[in-house]
């Protein structure tokens, strides 16, 4: 595709209940990440992958954050028993390949937990 | 901690004037970025910076980076309507591996 795609754009979900999240990203991007915004503030980095490997994941807030990246392209971001302070906007973003790449991100998820 | 911090937090201006937005940050990086997000959607990449460079140019935009004070400041020119957002800095100083840390942004309005 043109850009990252993401989905669902919009997810309401109610407190214990798990929720997955999906970044398609820009064809031919090896890197790929995960980052969390709150209202008001910067993205906060989550998880970044080179391919199918997970290099980085020292920003996944707790044990209930998963990602994974199985094939290289497609990623699944998924959030087990949800909690009030996990709603959020969850932004994928890819690159080419290592730094000095422009990043390009995703319209994001926005995650309400109720 | 935050790695950029950008200033002011909020700007409010009227069309056709200038609009400059600084950032600060703590560490050594390899490279800066601007970004910009208009309310509900993702970030839209602006323009890159390397640590080598001092300035470049894209349109009606100039950034500005001076590696010995650690800031970097984003000039936005002839404002319009449109350029209503919110802007972020993003600094990648991890070597060999991208991990963009962003500040908290400038809202930046721009009036009729």
């Known amino acids: 595709g043109a850009g990252v795609s993401q989905s669902p754009r919009y997810k309401v979900a109610k407190r214990g209940q798990d929720v997955a999240l999906r970044c398609d990203p820009i064809?031919?991007?090896?890197?790929l990440f995960w980052y969390q915004q709150a209202l008001g503030q910067g993205p906060e980095f989550l998880t970044y992958?080179?391919?199918?490997?997970?290099?980085?994941k020292s920003g996944l807030p707790s044990d209930r954050f998963f990602a994974e990246r199985p094939e290289g392209s497609v990623s699944t971001l998924k959030i087990q028993r949800t909690q009030q302070e996990d709603s959020a906007v969850y932004l994928c973003?890819?690159?080419?390949?290592?730094?000095?790449?422009?990043?390009?991100f995703g319209e994001g998820s926005w995650l309400t937990v109720v | 901690s935050q790695q950029g911090e950008e200033d002011p937090q909020a700007l409010s201006i009227q069309e056709g004037e200038n609009a400059t937005m600084n950032c600060s940050y703590k560490?050594?990086?390899?490279?800066l970025q601007w970004y910009r997000q208009n309310s509900g959607r993702g970030l839209v990449h602006l323009i890159l910076?390397?640590?080598?460079?001092r300035e470049k140019h894209s349109g009606r935009l100039r950034v500005t980076l001076d590696t010995s004070k650690k800031s970097s400041s984003l000039l936005i020119t002839a404002s319009r309507a449109a350029d209503t957002a919110s802007y972020f800095c993003?600094?990648?100083?991890?070597?060999?591996?991208?991990?963009?840390?962003f500040g908290q942004g400038t809202r930046l309005t721009i009036n009729p």
């Open positions: 973003a890819s690159s080419l390949r290592d730094s000095g790449n422009t990043i390009y």
């Open positions: 064809s031919g991007h090896v890197s």
């Open positions: 992958f080179q391919n199918e490997a997970q290099l980085d």
């Open positions: 560490t050594s990086i390899n490279n």
């Open positions: 910076i390397r640590s080598n460079e």
């Open positions: 993003a600094t990648d100083y991890k070597r060999g591996a991208q991990k963009l840390v």
